[in-house]
């Protein structure tokens, strides 16, 4: 698939967006918008699940919420188990990576299965990262990283240096600015409402 017809699918929009993570960059994706029109995510949906189907997991795990709705709709699709995890914020609520992340209360058994960690979109990977950390803490085996969309070189980097393999429809183009380093704010570009 083009990364044009995803980003479409995700309701892309470029400017000045500061993202909950704390990074500045300069694409938004309406994800919420996408999974308000479920059908026109069915051909995408089939083909993730086959290419996840490839690597032979026993259970899919999502982070909550975009995740774990691809997860869940993954899981279905394979009968196979399926885990999700969510998140708080931590008190102080502000700067960089402002969230603790749990795994759900109950759901398919972990220890010594085959996990694969499924996503809608994985930027930064921070939402990745914490699932595959909260996965072994089980006693899991993770096999591969997956998402519709991947965004610029991190979600590879994330996978290689986990050894893992990294599942995925389309690679786009998103930078990821330190609020210091973000050159739209050097540029006094206001930012824009998401
Ligand atoms: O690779 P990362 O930098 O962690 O970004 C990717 C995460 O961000 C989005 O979730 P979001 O934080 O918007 O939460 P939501 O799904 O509840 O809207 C998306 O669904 C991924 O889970």
Not at 49 to 74: E, H, N
């Amino acid at each position: 698939m083009e990364p044009d017809d995803l980003l479409s699918l995700m309701g892309a929009r470029r400017g000045h967006f500061v993202f909950e993570s704390g990074y500045h960059g300069d694409l938004w994706l309406d994800l919420d918008g996408m999974f308000a029109a479920p059908a026109q995510l069915a051909s995408i949906l089939n083909d993730l699940s086959r290419q996840i189907a490839a690597v032979g997991p026993d259970v899919v795990c999502g982070p909550m919420t975009g995740g774990a709705l691809v997860a869940f709709a993954v899981a279905t699709k394979l009968e196979v188990g399926f885990r999700w995890i969510y998140r708080e914020q931590t008190p102080s609520g502000q700067g960089l990576f402002p969230y603790r992340y749990y795994l759900d209360a109950a759901g398919a058994e972990l220890a010594n299965q085959r996990v694969v960690v499924v996503d809608d979109v994985i930027n930064a990977g921070s939402a990745t990262r914490e699932t595959l950390r909260l996965l072994r803490e089980q006693h899991a085996i993770p096999v591969a990283v997956a998402a519709l969309l991947t965004l610029g070189q991190a979600p590879e980097k994330l996978a290689r240096d986990e050894g893992l393999d990294l599942v995925t429809l389309a690679n786009a183009e998103s930078p990821l600015w330190m609020p210091d380093h973000c050159p739209l704010c050097a540029a006094d570009e206001p930012v824009t409402s998401a």
